[in-house]
């Protein structure tokens, strides 16, 4: 009899202590209203928790969340930066607020906002975001101090090492001109052509001709590849830059573009000549236009013709 008394009196208590646990905690409770849809309700509850100092980072977020839903922009932006307050060296807490400002549209907000993110948590992205607000606001000292920061950490892209060496260059800092340009150089697809002929330039002024030719003749060797499939309405840019190596020193770069001519490896501008180059000849085509193609000759794959007077001799043996 006892013992049968004692046992219900048992499983009453277990009974008791497992409803106990199975009651809804806050959290549980804000997270089932949310799921089913009850955003008032949800709202209140995670407002109330708020309050009571609850700042777990789930329930802030979805606070902010239900604050924006329903257009409380004010609460909202009270709670985020609130958030960012707590978590001062969090990139996905500043990264948040950076985006909040952009959503309401509060540009120097956001771009401060941007560049603290830069500083902690350094990303080809948010570089990209302040470069498009720098450029917008004309702010063109701050986006050169950031290009100058992307190429120091090797971040930069092609496109902005080609500005930041141009901007450089018309500035006269011609050694921060020939860093980022050579960078350009590094990345950039072989077409490209302005840059490099501003690199070309650039290392003349300072004095290393030797670096400036052989880069030069190596451009070169794609370019006259790739100068037959463009129209010619105007000024090849190879033909450009055989001029300029040209005027630095004749002697060397006619024995570079000799070596690109006959497909050999571009080689130091210093090297003793090669007996053949002795009497190379080079000549650069003209800008043909449209009205000239049915009378001029079919182009070649060559940017300059460069040949020597015993090649000449074989091929009348022959």
Request: net charge negative.
């Amino acid at each position: 009899m006892f013992r049968h008394i004692a046992l219900i009196i048992t499983l009453t208590l277990v009974a008791l202590a497992a409803g106990v646990a199975m009651v809804p905690g806050d959290r549980e409770q804000w997270t089932m209203l949310v799921r089913d849809g009850h955003n008032e309700d949800a709202l209140k509850a995670l407002e109330a928790r708020y309050r009571a100092g609850g700042r777990e980072v789930d329930a802030v977020v979805h606070l902010y969340k239900l604050y924006m839903s329903f257009a409380d922009i004010d609460d909202a932006t009270h709670i985020i930066e609130d958030f960012v307050k707590d978590h001062p060296k969090d990139p996905a807490a500043v990264a948040m607020l950076a985006k909040h400002y952009g959503d309401i549209q509060n540009k120097p907000a956001e771009v401060a906002t941007l560049e603290r993110l830069f500083k902690l948590n350094p990303s080809i992205a948010t570089a990209r975001d302040l470069l498009a607000d720098y450029r917008l606001e004309g702010a063109f000292d701050r986006e050169e101090s950031l290009l100058r920061t992307l190429l120091a950490n090797q971040m930069i892209t092609a496109n902005d090492a080609e500005r930041l060496g141009l901007i450089l260059a018309g500035r006269g800092d011609l050694y921060g001109a020939r860093d980022a340009l050579t960078r350009f150089d590094d990345l950039a697809n072989p077409e490209r052509s302005v840059g490099r002929i501003a690199l070309f330039d650039v290392l003349v002024q300072i004095g290393d001709k030797t670096t400036a030719l052989t880069k030069a003749a190596s451009w070169i060797g794609y370019w006259r590849k790739v100068s037959i499939h463009r129209a010619a309405v105007s000024e090849i840019p190879s033909a450009r830059l055989v001029r300029m190596m040209l005027a630095v020193d004749e002697t060397a770069a006619r024995r570079l573009i000799c070596q690109v001519q006959r497909g050999e490896a571009p080689g130091p501008a210093d090297d003793q000549q090669a007996p053949d180059d002795d009497h190379c000849e080079v000549t650069m085509p003209a800008a043909q236009t449209d009205t000239d193609t049915s009378t001029t000759a079919a182009p070649t794959n060559s940017v300059t013709t460069a040949e020597t007077r015993d090649e000449h001799l074989r091929r009348r043996r022959r």
